[in-house]
């Protein structure tokens, strides 16, 4: 099997889902579409290749000290990254394709960075476990 690690920094933070989903239709459009232009630009241009799988590990920087819902923010990132991959990256975004193992929200405070570090692997793809 064939695999390799591409992280990609970002100088953004993704918006919360509840503040996303709550949003009009077409400023979820436009934000989803430069999320996943920016996500996209940064997957050439740091040479991912394509591949069978992929995991994804998620850390997000803000620039207060605010309390935030991680998930709420790895959401929107994992929705946008996933689109971002598919079909340039790797044939579909579904479980056994694409997963984000780890989303965390940094203690420290600094400028809003987004870093998403991606593990790939072509070869087998791992098959899904039976449900007895």
């Keep these: 099997m064939n695999a390799g690690r591409v992280t990609l920094t970002i100088p953004q933070t993704p918006p919360s889902a509840n503040k996303w989903l709550s949003s009009h239709w077409r400023?979820?459009?436009r934000e989803?579409?430069?999320?996943?232009?920016?996500?996209?630009?940064?997957?050439?241009?740091?040479?991912m290749p394509k591949c069978d799988r992929v995991e994804a590990s998620l850390y997000i920087r803000f620039s207060d000290r605010r309390k935030r819902d991680t998930d709420n923010h790895v959401a929107t990132l994992?929705?946008?990254?996933?689109d971002a991959l598919r079909p340039d990256f790797i044939p579909d975004d579904d479980s056994s394709r694409f997963q984000v193992i780890h989303g965390q929200i940094s203690s420290e405070v600094g400028p809003k960075e987004t870093i998403v570090i991606l593990d790939w692997f072509r070869g087998a793809v791992e098959p899904e476990e039976l449900v007895a």
């Design 78 to 82: 994992s929705k946008c990254l996933g």
């Design 27 to 29: 400023v979820r459009y």
């Design 32 to 47: 989803k579409a430069e999320w996943e232009n920016m996500l996209t630009v940064e997957l050439r241009k740091w040479g």
